[in-house]
């Protein structure tokens, strides 16, 4: 089976053009003529490009193949027919990215018709914040379809853009002001790092074409025809990987991620579940060639993966912000891709971003509704027991926490199991930090569940709090159903009974494997037979929930206590282990005063040798403007003087 070119092209086409369609009518007749429908644009453009990236994904299935479908040339070269061309690249990896951004996408929108509603009236900027999410989506799905490196970046780019307009929706608040500008200029350093790797491809290789890239660095070979020396291979990959890091929210670059919360939930989910916090994820998958060339290069992915992971999860424990919480779980989680990717399961990280997906944004959606159910309030020590006022709410929550803590059978059992088994494989110390991380990430988990659902009712004074409305509620149904059944989207029966089921070459993991070949090729081979792991995982995160229910159900005394007993640690977690006053006092600090000196020398030094060149002629104009008082008389005796010093000059020479 091929796929169909003109199919593709007018699919690719309308991914694109259909939520930017929609951003471009709500920013028009928004205001003026749809006002509280100007969800609807928005939302018909999503649901098209939804049913277009099925269509696309419809054109993968059954084919090995790659296809590259070009637009149009955009830009010369300078080379004899050289053009950066608008084109995409359309193979499994692409089909599976495109479904789950667009569909978690939609779903989101919907769900922000109600919640952007205050008692039935659209908030300020209702509007702005429709036009917002189309062209966030417009900005992902041109990076997802990018078939060089160019459109990748604009794509890139335009999507940090759409995030600092939406983490700073509320920008009349200070707090959300400020954390949509540490979010964007936390990017602008990994961005860097990524422009510049992007700049030394074309440097090496004279095109940014991928499958051009992509077939010299496979020939080990540069455009001059000269060998691709391994340092060159790893440093563009390190630059690339800067972009990754900041992206996508791993150490050191993680900091933006929690303070995007100021944004509106849905932009929460938006952000953490489907679409920009993994594009660092699908890029190092996407340019698997270039990252395989170097073991250095893939080790410091998997151990910067597996650290993210363990640190994030660390801090979880003790946040008593939802959203916090599942900000800090969400950086952990990514760390799990990375760690996949750097141990060669490229497969596996790319299949927990797709059951992520779902889980992350049914909680992050879950927790706006109670948000929206408290007035605004997020804190858990202000609210609980809320089982009972928000029972659909509570079922959802906790199906998408059980898919999280990796609770046996759920989606993301399947996911970080895989990731877990191969990074037990390559390393003991990373598949053991992956452990941990899971019985870490099970309790925080729960303990967000207990605390905000179980227990003695309570709401903040004032709020009369209520279920959410069926705009929002059937979101988080569907994305429950995800959260239940996307992880056997990889899972194939085998021989063996119940424990069967777990073995490497799944379906998705086949459907991926002709777009994740690089990864395959450098991988050792892990077999089946990995059921004490897979036991093991499950027994852990049944261990964590328990532990949770211990803690904040049973003696619910015992987390103060613990508290006491290890301040240092405690402390050290709660306040996130210190390292936004590390960044104050070592960078901000620094790039501040460093600020004033050069405003000073700008506004004294230099503005005084400007102001000692002008002085003569300045003088001179006070000397003279004595002259021109405007009399008459004055100019006619000055004159008059003038020309008899002329002629006694003329006489006496």
């Known amino acids: ?118 008692h039935g009236h659209p908030e300020r900027g209702y509007e702005r914040f429709f036009a917002y999410l189309g062209l966030f989506v417009f900005s992902m799905c041109a990076l997802v379809l990018a078939g060089n490196f160019l459109l990748l970046y604009l794509g890139w780019e335009a999507v940090g853009l759409c995030s600092y307009l939406l983490i700073g929706f509320y920008y009349g608040r200070p707090s959300a002001a400020a954390a949509a500008k540490k979010a964007f200029l936390v990017n602008r350093i990994g961005d860097f790092g990524f422009g510049l790797g992007i700049l030394l491809i074309y440097l090496t290789f004279n095109t940014l074409d991928y499958q051009a890239v992509f077939k010299m660095v496979e020939h080990g070979r540069t ?59 699908y890029m190092v998958a996407r340019c698997g060639v270039i990252f395989t060339q170097s073991a250095t290069v893939m080790a410091v992915v998997a151990a910067v993966g597996a650290l993210t992971a363990l640190y994030a999860a660390l801090i979880a424990l003790t946040q008593h912000d939802m959203k916090r919480v599942l900000a800090y779980s969400t950086i952990s989680q990514l760390g799990y891709m990375f760690l996949g990717l750097g141990v060669y399961a490229a497969g596996s990280a790319i299949f927990h971003l797709f059951t992520h997906a779902f889980f992350k944004a049914l909680l992050f959606l879950g927790a706006g509704s109670v948000m929206h159910a408290m007035g605004g309030v997020i804190d858990m020590r202000q609210f609980g027991g809320l089982r009972r006022i928000l029972p659909w709410t509570y079922r959802t929550f906790v199906i998408g926490s059980l898919a999280l803590a990796g609770f046996p059978l759920l989606s993301g059992f399947w996911s970080k199991d895989e990731i877990i088994h191969h990074a037990m494989a390559q390393s003991p110390l990373l598949g053991g930090m992956g452990l941990l991380t899971a019985v870490l990430t099970a309790f925080y988990t729960f303990r967000m569940v207990y605390r905000a659902f179980h227990g003695a009712e309570r709401v903040p004074q004032g709020v009369h709090a209520h279920e959410s409305g069926k705009w929002m509620l059937v979101p988080l149904c569907i994305l429950a159903v995800g959260a239940l059944g996307a992880g056997y989207a990889n899972v194939t029966p085998h021989a063996g009974g119940f424990l069967g089921f777990l073995e490497p070459g799944g379906a998705l993991g086949g459907f991926l494997a002709p777009a994740l070949k690089p990864f395959a090729a450098h991988a050792e081979h892990v077999g089946g037979g990995g059921h004490v792991l897979m036991v093991l995982s499950g027994l852990l995160a049944i261990a964590g929930i328990a532990g949770a229910w211990w803690f904040h159900v ?85 004159m008059g003087a003038g020309l008899l010093i002329i002629l006694l000059l003329v006489l006496l020479l």
């Not at 995007?260 to 489907?274: T, W």
């Not at 240092?568 to 600020?595: H, Q």
């Not at 000692?612 to 021109?628: E, K, M, N, S």
């Open 554 to 638: 049973k003696r619910r005394d015992w987390p103060a206590r613990v508290a006491e007993a290890a301040p240092t640690a405690y402390n050290l977690s709660y306040n996130k282990f210190y390292m936004d006053e590390i960044y104050d006092v070592g960078v901000v600090r620094p790039l501040k005063s460093g600020g004033k000196l050069a405003f000073g020398i700008d506004d004294y030094f230099i503005d005084g040798l400007i102001w000692l060149v002008t002085i003569v002629p300045r003088l001179l104009g006070f000397a003279l403007r004595g002259l021109q008082g405007g009399s008459l008389q004055g100019y006619a005796a000055t």
């Open 223 to 281: 455009a001059s025809g000269a060998a691709l020396t391994e340092g060159r291979s790893a440093a563009i990959a390190l630059l690339l990987f800067c972009g990754a890091v900041g992206k996508s929210a791993q150490l050191p670059l993680h900091v933006w991620l929690p303070d995007a919360m100021e944004g509106p939930s849905p932009v929460s989910a938006l952000i953490h579940a489907a679409t920009m916090v993994t594009a660092g994820v």
């Open 1 to 118: 089976m091929t796929m169909d070119i003109a199919t593709l092209k007018t699919c690719g086409i309308l991914i694109l053009l259909l939520p930017l369609a929609g951003t471009l009518i709500v920013g028009a007749l928004g205001r003026p003529v749809l006002r509280g429908r100007s969800h609807w644009p928005v939302i018909l453009g999503v649901a098209g490009a939804v049913l277009c990236s099925f269509i696309v994904f419809g054109q993968a299935l059954g084919t090995s193949k790659q296809a590259v479908v070009d637009v149009y040339d955009w830009i010369a070269t300078g080379d004899a027919g050289g053009w950066f061309r608008i084109n995409f690249l359309i193979d499994p990896l692409t089909c599976i990215m495109l479904v789950t951004v667009t569909s978690v996408s939609l779903l989101v929108i919907i769900y922000s018709r109600d919640y952007m509603r205050d």
